[in-house]
């Protein structure tokens, strides 16, 4: 599992946002397009592409898109 992987598939939920907008250091809760519909569909990328289930707790702890992606590393069997 690979930091730029995950921010590609996270960028890749959102309609709106600049490509640009997402890089490890992105306090994503801050982006205008970030809403609860972004959020269920954050958790169901997670599942499938990683295995791992994660809750709203989990994405409310993050507040980089890296911090989420080191919450999800850590889920990983």
């Known amino acids: 599992m690979e930091i ?5 598939k996270f960028a ?3 309609d709106e946002t600049a490509l640009e907008e997402f890089r490890a250091d992105t306090e994503f809760k801050e982006l ?3 809403s609860s519909m972004l959020i ?3 958790i169901g990328m ?5 295995g791992v ?3 709203g707790a989990d994405i409310r ?12 590393k850590s889920m990983q069997g």
């Open 4 to 8: 730029q992987d995950f921010i590609s």
């Open 32 to 34: 205008d397009e970030w």
């Open 61 to 72: 702890r993050a507040k980089t898109i890296e911090d989420l992606f080191t919450i999800v």
């Open 46 to 50: 997670i599942n499938e592409a990683y």
């Open 53 to 55: 289930t994660i809750k």
């Open 40 to 42: 269920v569909a954050v």
């Open 12 to 14: 890749g939920q959102f």
